[in-house]
Structure formats: structure tokens, C-alpha cells
């Protein structure tokens, strides 16, 4: 008989597959931008999905036209506030953080996220930025952003989560004297993006605890003779003789989710302003009534209901148009089954 080929079970691409080490998503990377300075990026939690009626904009599609049903996440975004200004130098040895320059009025839930500074001489730390500027010794310009969870009755906590959001456009000091203008007040989803916008979606996914190869990796189930003794979904082989380790590439069991993922191109279909106008019969599923701002994704967004999700401009856009869709109808039926 001839050899089956087929490709390997499972990606390696994201290995190692472990637990994410903060709820909170980091960005590594953030796109191009050209124009007067402004945030990059928004955040807030995922609440659940529903369908909406919608009129196909895209060119060439075979119902350009026609009415569609389109899957969508609804996303709560209150205000979120800028708490500090940080700025990175570089050397040998990467970027570093300079120093920080902090606001004057602090929300009062933030001190249960962090150590709030005392004592702290601003006058300083902003003289010594500016030196810093005039030598040419800054790389970045980021702003410590918070949101504001106790505002929303979904999401059971009062703790706001703490996140780096860069500063982009102009110059450093154009950028610098962007964020000190910001410090301490709030800014919105509608100030940073547009409705019928590609953005980024990074967000933590489910996590499913340990799991086993057949589950993990999508390894197939042993056949026949080989399943018994009670090694059915157990992987059928740990490598070859040489080297004498087993490698890393071998599907084996382990942590399954709850992974820091990021989805490219999703389109921002909607924000709105009214609540009312989302919620489904009886609210949604483990999550309640939107009573905040919202935003409509197009299709499903990493995580469980209640998960943060940060919101990025696209890095790939490609061909993609920028168009306001045409929404005629919005699911208000029960989620309870």
C-alpha cells in the first residue's frame, strides 16, 4: 500500500502553549499612522453575540447587494482615562523606561489596582523628559490608560485594568505635549475609530485546563489492537530513538487555553450609544444588560463574556475598504435557548 502523507496535528506556531500571564493583552507591535497626534488603541469586555441584517457592501462578493445575516460580538466600551505618561530610551540592550509623569487627580477605585504615588515631583520627572527630547534620547512615547468596570453592572468588579496605549503622530515633542494635554481626562471609542473601520481584536481565550494530545493536538484516536490496555487516545509514539530526549514537537498533554490571541481585520460595524437597543429578551448569557456605550464586531471575538478585549487600528489591511455598512435589523430574541 502506499505511504499516507498528511501534514502534522496541530500548529507549532504558538508554542509553547501556556496560561497567559495577565488577563491583561500586550501589545508588541502597533501600525503606521501619519497625521496629528493620538491614541492607538481601546479597551473593553467582551459581552456576548447575537445576528444582525445587513446589507453586502463588498465589491465583486455574489450577494453585493442583497440582504445578509452577519454574526456579531457586542463589545462594552465606557470612558476609558489616561492616568500617566511613560517614555522609552534605548541603548544596547533594547528600550528602557525612562520616567513617568503621572496626573494630578487619581480615580479612586485605580488605588485598588496599584500603589498610587506619594510624593511624587513632577516638575522633575517632566525636566527630565524634555532634556531627554532636546538630546534626541527618546524612542516612544506610551500613555498608562485604565478602564472603568465599576460603571458597568455585566462585569462583577470594581478593580479597572491598567494597560500601555502608544502615543503616534508628529514629532516626540508633539507627541509628548499630546499626552500631557490628556493626563487625567477621559476619551471615548468615537475619538479613535470610525464605524465600518478594520481593527485588531487581541484578547485572552477561554482556558480549558489540561488537556490531553487527542483533545490538545487533534491526534487520532489508536485503532483496532492498538487501543487496548487502555491506551486509546494516547499519542502513538514519543519520537525517535535518536536524540535520546523527546522532543518538543511531540503532541503531548498540557495546558490547553486561555492564550493571548489577536484577530486581524475584524470590521467595527456599529457604536452605540443606547444599550436598550442590543439587549436581547432577558439579557445576555452570563453577562446581563448593556446599559454603556457598545460596539458591534463582525464575527466571534477570542474569550468568555466579561473577558477584556483591547481594540487596535489593523496592521494588515491590505485591500480592505473602508465603508459604513447598512444595518437593517438588530436580534433581540432570547439567548437562553
Known amino acids: 500500500m502506499p505511504t499516507i502523507h498528511r501534514p502534522r496535528m496541530g500548529s507549532l506556531a504558538y508554542s509553547p502553549r501556556k496560561r497567559a500571564k495577565s488577563p491583561v493583552p500586550k501589545y508588541h507591535a502597533w501600525p503606521a499612522y501619519q497625521g496629528e497626534p493620538a491614541l492607538q488603541g481601546f479597551a473593553g469586555y467582551k459581552v456576548g453575540m447575537t445576528h444582525i441584517i445587513m446589507v453586502d457592501d463588498h465589491a465583486h462578493s455574489p450577494n453585493e447587494g442583497k440582504d445578509i445575516m452577519v ?53 522633575e520627572a517632566e525636566k527630565k523628559i524634555r532634556e531627554a527630547l532636546d538630546a534626541d534620547k527618546i524612542v516612544d512615547i506610551f500613555a498608562l490608560t485604565y478602564t472603568r468596570p465599576s460603571v458597568l453592572t455585566g462585569v462583577p468588579k470594581k478593580v479597572p485594568d491598567l494597560m500601555e496605549t502608544r502615543i503616534d503622530g508628529g514629532s516626540m515633542t508633539e507627541r509628548f505635549e499630546y499626552g500631557l494635554t490628556m493626563l ?41 489492537k492498538h487501543s487496548r490496555g487502555g491506551k486509546e487516545r494516547h499519542v502513538g509514539t ?24 489577536t484577530e486581524f481585520n475584524k470590521r467595527l460595524l456599529k457604536i452605540g450609544e443606547d444599550g436598550a437597543e ?31 478585549v483591547r481594540i487596535r487600528h489593523s496592521m494588515r489591511q491590505g485591500e480592505h475598504k473602508i465603508r459604513e455598512p447598512t444595518i437593517g435589523f438588530v436580534s433581540l430574541e432570547s439567548k437562553q435557548g
Open 71 to 123: 454574526p456579531v460580538t457586542v463589545i462594552e466600551v465606557p470612558d476609558m482615562r489616561v492616568a500617566a505618561i511613560r517614555v522609552y530610551r534605548h541603548d544596547t540592550y533594547g528600550n528602557h523606561v525612562l520616567t513617568e509623569i503621572w496626573a494630578d487627580n487619581f480615580d479612586k477605585e485605580l488605588g485598588r489596582r496599584l500603589n498610587l504615588p506619594k510624593n511624587y515631583k513632577r516638575d
Open 184 to 224: 487625567g481626562k477621559d476619551f471615548d471609542i468615537q475619538s479613535l475609530f470610525k464605524v465600518g473601520q478594520y481593527t485588531d481584536i487581541t484578547a485572552i481565550t477561554k482556558g480549558k485546563g489540561t488537556q490531553g494530545p487527542v483533545k490538545r493536538w487533534g491526534v487520532h484516536l489508536r485503532k483496532r
Open 238 to 261: 514519543l519520537g525517535p530513538w535518536t536524540p535520546h530526549h523527546v522532543r518538543w514537537q511531540v503532541p503531548m498533554m498540557g495546558q490547553m487555553g486561555y492564550h493571548q490571541r
Open 278 to 308: 442590543i439587549t436581547p429578551e432577558g439579557g445576555f448569557i452570563n453577562y446581563g444588560e448593556v446599559r454603556a456605550r457598545y460596539v458591534l464586531i463582525k464575527g466571534s471575538v477570542p474569550g468568555p463574556s466579561k473577558r477584556l
